[in-house]
């Protein structure tokens, strides 16, 4: 039997949620999925939040979010 290799994809974003939801669409219709999907989100809005939560209810695969508080230099 052949031994399937493991597979994290990750993503960053920052808010441009049509383009993560385009994105997230694509890795589901894929032949072969990932183990699991990292979003890397540097401080987008809620907008962003709320698209990653809907997705997360119907993602084959654990839908990870990483997000951080934009804080820009001073």
């Keep these: 039997m ?38 890397a989100d540097d401080g987008s809005r809620e907008d962003t939040k709320k698209l990653i939560a809907d997705f997360q209810n119907k993602f084959p695969v654990p839908l990870i979010h990483i997000w951080h508080e934009d804080i820009q230099n001073r």
């Design 2 to 39: 052949k031994k399937r290799t493991s597979c994290t994809l990750v993503t960053p974003t920052y808010n441009w949620p049509e383009a993560l939801e385009l994105l997230l669409l694509s890795i589901m219709n894929q032949t072969i999925l990932p183990n699991e999907v990292i979003i």
